[in-house]
């Protein structure tokens, strides 16, 4: 089995911290969530480490206009998107959560997966909600309305305002990491 763990690219911009450990700037999902990528990786060299399973990180960089996830390798068999939870009205996110999503604009998330996360969020007392996107899609979804054969997943930095000057917690970013972390050696 070979799992690919999607990361939408990183601008340039500087990122500010507030001295209630927010992080605040632009494009913060994808910053944050190459933050933690990056992270998991430096953990598994330092740590000798070695995924459960062939773990391929992408950093596609087409996610905004909805197919950054289109190219999957025919080896992959799970997709697992690291992205944003949003926070609103209509979500159970916050910005000190991972937010794992059960289903968004386009489809369901796979239910097996999404249940793993889950119970690895549950194993790891990390802290987490699910939720459903009612207005969002990512590169798990891209990737089977690609016609990809592959598992889709995603979870995330629950955040402030999206497409803007955006806001998550330090916290969120770290348990984003550990959720990562916890996924790639789990069998």
């Known amino acids: 089995m070979v799992r690919k763990v999607?990361?939408?690219?990183?601008?340039q911009e500087s990122r500010h911290f507030s001295d209630e450990r927010f992080n605040k700037s632009r494009h913060i999902d994808d910053k944050a969530m190459v933050v933690a990528a990056i992270e998991v990786l430096r953990q598994l060299?330092?740590?000798?480490?070695?995924?459960a399973f062939n773990t391929l990180f992408a950093f596609p960089i087409y996610e905004e206009i909805g197919h950054g996830g289109a190219y999957v390798p025919s080896e992959v068999s799970e997709y697992v998107a690291l992205d944003i939870g949003l926070i609103g009205p209509d979500n159970h996110g916050s910005e000190k959560l991972v937010s794992i999503g059960a289903s968004d604009h386009y489809s369901p998330y796979d239910w097996g997966l999404t249940t793993r996360l889950i119970n690895l969020a549950k194993?790891?007392?990390?802290?987490?909600?699910?939720?459903?996107?009612?207005?969002?899609?990512?590169d798990a979804t891209a990737?089977?309305?690609?016609?990809?054969?592959?598992?889709?997943?995603v979870?995330?930095?629950?955040?402030?305002?999206?497409h803007g000057y955006e806001r998550t917690s330090i916290h969120a970013i770290e348990e984003c990491t550990r959720l990562t972390l916890?996924?790639?050696l789990n069998k």
């Open 6 to 11: 999607s990361i939408e690219a990183c601008s």
């Open 155 to 162: 979870f995330g930095v629950g955040c402030m305002n999206s």
């Open 182 to 184: 916890a996924y790639v």
């Open 45 to 51: 060299k330092q740590n000798d480490l070695k995924p």
């Open 143 to 153: 990737a089977i309305r690609s016609g990809n054969d592959v598992m889709p997943a």
């Open 123 to 138: 194993e790891n007392q990390i802290d987490y909600c699910v939720d459903t996107f009612y207005r969002f899609g990512s």
